[in-house]
């Protein structure tokens, strides 16, 4: 299945080739918490940024090995480039993972999908 989205404006558009998964994941560490965003999680080689606007913005913070990319223009929080954390917060040092902001998806509200939170707050 290919999922598709975007930002506000229409300058950052996205697709992923996956399936919107039976829960969505919302993170209490302080960044997501402020940014309120509930995620949806997919392989790197299967998202692709359809419309790149030249200006993309990414916010890192603490370890800086999470890059939070986000709309210069309308400020909407799109994805995450970062490490495949477990639910434990450890990491095998290699696998990264995409986090897409599921309020931007094209025909789903992710206010209505269920949601398993991630403990950020003390993780990491």
């Known amino acids: 299945m290919t999922i598709t989205g975007s930002c506000h404006c229409g300058k950052t558009a996205f697709r992923a080739d996956a399936e919107i998964p039976a829960l969505l ?6 960044f997501c918490a402020k940014r309120g965003a509930l995620l949806m999680y ?8 359809t419309v790149h606007p030249a200006d993309d913005t990414v ?3 603490h370890t800086r090995q999470v890059a939070h990319h ?3 223009h309308c400020g909407c929080a799109t994805f995450s480039d970062s490490p ?18 599921a309020r ?3 025909g789903f509200d ?3 999908a269920p ?7 003390h993780l990491w």
């Open 70 to 72: 986000f709309c210069a």
């Open 84 to 101: 495949a954390f477990g639910l434990d917060g450890k990491w095998d040092g290699t696998k990264r993972r995409i986090g897409i902001n």
């Open 25 to 30: 994941t919302r993170c209490t560490c302080s």
């Open 42 to 49: 997919c392989e790197p080689d299967r998202f692709h940024v």
């Open 110 to 112: 992710a206010a209505l």
């Open 115 to 121: 949601v398993v939170i991630i403990d950020g707050k």
């Open 59 to 61: 916010y890192r913070w």
């Open 104 to 106: 931007l998806l094209d």
